[in-house]
């Protein structure tokens, strides 16, 4: 197992869910119905669920397309999106 890339994994992904859509329907959730354990297995599994798409798709999308295109891809569309909520366009 590479420790690196995993604890850089889980570094990144940790700071980017704060706050996030996913944190809030949780919150909501458990809000809602007060069963923190059921809300919790039920978004453990369903971010688990998400995850195994975007690894399996990754995979095959790097199988397809060279890895520096799509770092720049994502560059671009990453300062695209900035630029228009900072113009407010979206």
């Known amino acids: 197992m ?17 706050g996030d859509k ?3 329907a949780v919150i909501s959730m458990v809000c809602k ?4 354990w059921t809300v919790f297995i039920g978004a453990t599994v369903a971010l688990a669920l998400v995850t ?10 790097c ?6 295109f799509l770092r720049r891809v994502s560059a671009a569309a990453f300062m695209l999106m900035g630029v228009l909520m900072w113009f407010e366009v979206l």
């Open 2 to 18: 590479d420790w690196k890339v995993l604890l850089s994994t889980f570094g990144l992904l940790s700071v980017a869910e704060l």
């Open 33 to 36: 119905h007060d069963k923190p």
């Open 52 to 61: 195994l798409l975007g690894v399996v798709g990754g995979q095959v999308v």
């Open 22 to 24: 996913t944190q809030l």
């Open 63 to 68: 199988r397809l397309v060279p890895a520096t």
